[in-house]
Protein backbone atom coordinates (compact mmCIF):
# COMPACT_ATOMS: atom_id res chain seq x y z
CA UNK A 1 0.00 0.00 0.00
CA UNK A 2 1.72 3.47 -0.80
CA UNK A 3 0.35 6.62 0.09
CA UNK A 4 0.45 10.39 -1.30
CA UNK A 5 3.81 10.69 0.22
CA UNK A 6 5.33 7.75 -1.55
CA UNK A 7 6.16 5.03 1.10
CA UNK A 8 5.27 2.41 1.68
CA UNK A 9 2.66 1.21 5.09
CA UNK A 10 3.79 -2.23 6.28
CA UNK A 11 1.05 -4.70 5.71
CA UNK A 12 -0.41 -5.63 8.45
CA UNK A 13 -0.62 -9.55 9.78
CA UNK A 14 -4.60 -9.14 9.44
CA UNK A 15 -4.20 -7.96 6.05
CA UNK A 16 -2.30 -10.78 4.86
CA UNK A 17 -5.48 -12.94 6.79
CA UNK A 18 -7.66 -11.22 4.61
CA UNK A 19 -6.29 -11.62 1.14
CA UNK A 20 -5.61 -15.64 2.33
CA UNK A 21 -9.46 -15.63 3.12
CA UNK A 22 -10.81 -14.35 0.41
CA UNK A 23 -8.37 -16.26 -1.78
CA UNK A 24 -9.89 -19.68 -0.12
CA UNK A 25 -13.08 -18.44 -0.85
CA UNK A 26 -12.73 -17.41 -4.70
CA UNK A 27 -11.24 -21.44 -4.90
CA UNK A 28 -14.18 -22.95 -3.82
CA UNK A 29 -16.10 -21.09 -5.98
CA UNK A 30 -13.82 -21.86 -8.66
CA UNK A 31 -12.97 -18.45 -9.46
CA UNK A 32 -9.13 -17.54 -10.14
CA UNK A 33 -7.09 -14.22 -9.52
CA UNK A 34 -4.55 -12.10 -10.29
CA UNK A 35 -2.64 -9.36 -9.79
CA UNK A 36 0.63 -7.06 -10.60
CA UNK A 37 3.04 -6.10 -7.51
CA UNK A 38 6.07 -3.77 -8.28
CA UNK A 39 7.88 -1.46 -5.06
CA UNK A 40 5.19 0.91 -5.37
CA UNK A 41 2.36 -1.45 -4.60
CA UNK A 42 -0.29 -3.60 -5.89
CA UNK A 43 -2.25 -3.34 -9.03
CA UNK A 44 -6.03 -4.04 -8.61
CA UNK A 45 -6.96 -7.73 -8.36
CA UNK A 46 -8.46 -9.10 -11.37
CA UNK A 47 -11.43 -11.95 -10.71
CA UNK A 48 -11.85 -14.37 -13.32
CA UNK A 49 -14.86 -16.33 -13.45
CA UNK A 50 -15.29 -20.33 -13.84
CA UNK A 51 -13.35 -21.59 -16.45
CA UNK A 52 -9.63 -22.11 -17.28
CA UNK A 53 -7.15 -19.12 -17.84
CA UNK A 54 -5.71 -19.81 -21.53
CA UNK A 55 -4.05 -17.23 -23.34
CA UNK A 56 -6.79 -15.76 -24.93
CA UNK A 57 -8.23 -14.95 -21.53
CA UNK A 58 -5.41 -13.83 -20.65
CA UNK A 59 -5.04 -11.25 -23.11
CA UNK A 60 -8.26 -9.63 -23.24
CA UNK A 61 -8.91 -9.48 -19.52
CA UNK A 62 -5.46 -9.61 -17.99
CA UNK A 63 -3.12 -7.71 -19.57
CA UNK A 64 -4.63 -4.72 -19.85
CA UNK A 65 -5.25 -4.29 -16.56
CA UNK A 66 -1.46 -4.73 -16.26
CA UNK A 67 -0.69 -1.77 -18.84
CA UNK A 68 -3.09 0.69 -17.21
CA UNK A 69 -1.76 0.01 -13.79
CA UNK A 70 1.91 0.15 -15.09
CA UNK A 71 1.33 3.26 -17.53
CA UNK A 72 -0.44 5.10 -14.36
CA UNK A 73 2.33 4.53 -11.84
CA UNK A 74 5.36 4.58 -13.94
CA UNK A 75 4.17 6.58 -17.27
CA UNK A 76 5.94 4.91 -20.23
CA UNK A 77 9.24 4.07 -18.72
CA UNK A 78 8.83 0.67 -17.13
CA UNK A 79 9.46 -3.07 -18.11
CA UNK A 80 6.90 -5.79 -18.10
CA UNK A 81 7.92 -9.35 -16.71
CA UNK A 82 5.86 -12.63 -16.30
CA UNK A 83 6.82 -15.79 -15.34
CA UNK A 84 6.49 -19.31 -17.34
CA UNK A 85 2.76 -20.35 -17.11
CA UNK A 86 1.20 -21.22 -20.24
CA UNK A 87 -1.01 -18.42 -21.15
CA UNK A 88 2.27 -15.95 -20.72
CA UNK A 89 4.15 -17.93 -22.68
CA UNK A 90 1.68 -18.59 -25.96
CA UNK A 91 3.00 -17.03 -29.09
CA UNK A 92 -0.05 -14.46 -29.13
CA UNK A 93 0.61 -13.88 -25.33
CA UNK A 94 4.24 -12.66 -26.39
CA UNK A 95 3.61 -10.87 -29.42
CA UNK A 96 0.88 -8.27 -27.62
CA UNK A 97 3.05 -7.85 -24.78
CA UNK A 98 5.90 -7.04 -27.15
CA UNK A 99 3.67 -4.35 -29.05
CA UNK A 100 2.16 -3.24 -26.10
CA UNK A 101 3.88 -2.56 -23.25
CA UNK A 102 6.78 0.09 -23.21
CA UNK A 103 9.67 -2.53 -22.36
CA UNK A 104 8.86 -6.36 -22.38
CA UNK A 105 11.09 -9.19 -20.96
CA UNK A 106 10.27 -11.75 -23.39
CA UNK A 107 10.33 -15.65 -22.55
CA UNK A 108 13.53 -16.52 -23.94
CA UNK A 109 15.51 -14.06 -21.59
Known amino acids: VVNKHRYRRPRTART ?3 IKKLKQKLQRQKLSTTKVACEFGVSPMVILDKGQLGHDRYIKEVL ?5 YGNHVFGNDWTFQQDGATPHTHRLTQQWCHDDFPSFIDKDH
Open 16 to 18: DVN
Open 64 to 68: PVALK
